[in-house]
């Protein structure tokens, strides 16, 4: 059976897990990129695609990320090889967690930029910076933000700092105690913000915007947008779940864990997106600013509503928050891997993984300054994107759909039908519905976001 090699280092409770699960599901993908997607894309039609999504592809990817980590019971890339050897299959099989550990790596180079915008700002908030401003000085106040390299570095260094310094402890008094806060307190800011939205904003227009489908905004683009964010939403694809189901218990019935992720991620992201388009379509500003809609057009919100102050600080952090428990995952990935693979503690690893993951992140700042001119190519599938999109394109669209794939394949085609019952814990027939899903319709539909995106 499969070797250990987690040592000592498991979840306290099923709780614990279960938030850390949702902490890493939970971040800018679902309070900064999910409604600023809803509004390019054709608001409640992007909404359905993605809910469609959530349940025929993320969710099962989830289950066999989260299967695999509890049954090979070590990092990523070990779980799957001590499954292969166990099932006679090629060691090959790895390579999924290998993109996944990849993907996670170069994800936290430009999340932790992003992240340190989301600081500047609940600095910016706290000092009231939002009084007074208009669309022109909202823009000018993020666009002076990203062409002062030396604030954006010292944020996304405080930002790397934080994260250095809980996940350089064991799992429990580290990661798990840090999401025991930091999730339930994400909720109250939410639940506060939405409240907000629907007292004094304009929740009726929030609701036909996010839940009234317009079919025939449905396209091809669409599709691929919504699927594409939800792949992104859930976490999967990054071999987080599989470095979580590793510090797991036997007896958590994977299927539920898995679905109990999928429900909670979207529901905090319909829950952020009516807040935030309740407040938007109250002052009458446009839903589809695209990326600038939480740094730019959000803030001129703020400046114009009744306790708009207290409003933008509360906003801020919770966005901060939701940035920490998923960044947090994406570090604990590599620095898992490189503990084992450098045979050296968790303390020094994490201290090589994120100060190496800084300095390539410095590439993102500049390219919001210094380098903004430079494009890697003129011709291709890179033609004319920056440093920080490329490095977005490659771990959005290639990587991680492809480690997702593969993951998926292995999971459910390449271990024995009987053993994968067993370790979903749940009855044939909803064991049935399951495998089919993850045989069939997953990796069908990630193969066809991966066609599109190439």
């Not at 683009?221 to 859930?234: E, H």
């Not at 303390?347 to 410095?362: D, H, K, T």
């Not at 999971?411 to 053993?419: E, F, H, L, N, V």
């Amino acid at each position: 059976m499969a070797h250990s090699t987690t040592g000592s280092q498991h979840w306290s409770s099923y709780s614990g897990f279960m938030l850390a699960c949702i902490g890493a599901a939970v971040g800018l993908g679902n309070i900064w990129k999910f409604p600023y997607m809803v509004g390019a894309n054709g608001g409640s039609a992007f909404v359905l695609v993605y809910l469609l999504t959530i349940a025929a592809i993320a969710i099962p990817v989830a289950a066999a990320e989260i299967m695999l980590g509890r049954m090979g019971q070590a990092g990523p890339v070990e779980s799957l090889h001590n499954i292969a050897k166990d099932e006679g299959r090629s060691s090959w099989v790895s390579l999924g967690a290998d993109i996944g550990v990849m993907a996670s790596y170069l994800l936290l180079t430009f999340y932790a930029v992003i992240a340190g915008w989301v600081l500047s700002y609940v600095y910016r908030a706290g000092l009231d910076a939002f009084d007074g401003l208009s669309s022109e000085t909202s823009q000018a106040m993020f666009e002076t933000l990203q062409g002062n390299p030396t604030e954006m570095i010292i944020a996304q260094g405080l930002f790397l700092l934080t994260i250095t310094f809980i996940l350089s402890r064991d799992i429990a008094s580290g990661l798990e105690r840090a999401n025991r806060i930091m999730m339930p307190a994400l909720f109250i800011m939410l639940l506060a913000v939405a409240a907000y939205g629907l007292v004094a904003g304009s929740p009726k227009e929030a609701m036909v915007y996010l839940l009234t489908p317009d079919f025939s905004k449905i396209d091809n683009a669409t599709i691929a947008a919504a699927v594409g964010q939800g792949f992104f939403s859930v976490g999967v694809g990054a071999a987080m779940l599989i470095t979580f189901g590793a510090y797991m218990n036997k007896n958590i019935k994977i299927g539920s864990a898995a679905l109990t992720i999928g429900l909670a991620d979207t529901a905090i992201a319909l829950l952020a997106g009516f807040g935030i388009f309740a407040i938007v379509f109250s002052q009458g500003l446009d839903p589809a600013a695209g990326p600038g809609l939480i740094f730019i057009t959000l803030p001129v919100a703020f400046a114009s509503i009744p306790g708009g102050y207290i409003l933008a600080i509360l906003f801020f952090l919770l966005v901060l928050f939701a940035a920490l428990t998923s960044a947090l995952a994406l570090a604990e990935v590599t620095i898992s891997w490189a503990a084992y693979r450098m045979n050296i503690s968790r303390r020094i690893a994490s201290w090589i993984i994120l100060c190496s993951n800084f300095a390539i992140g410095l590439l993102t700042v500049f390219s919001f300054n210094a380098l903004s001119e430079f494009r890697v190519s003129d011709t291709g599938f890179l033609a004319g994107k920056t440093l920080f999109e490329v490095k977005d394109y490659i771990t959005s669209s290639i990587l991680m759909p492809l480690s997702g794939l593969l993951i998926v394949l292995f999971a459910y085609w390449g271990i024995k039908s009987m053993r994968l019952q067993v370790a979903f814990g749940h009855d044939r027939w909803i064991f049935v519905i399951w495998l089919w899903l993850g045989r069939i319709i997953s990796p069908l539909g990630i193969i066809w976001v991966f066609w599109t995106n190439i």
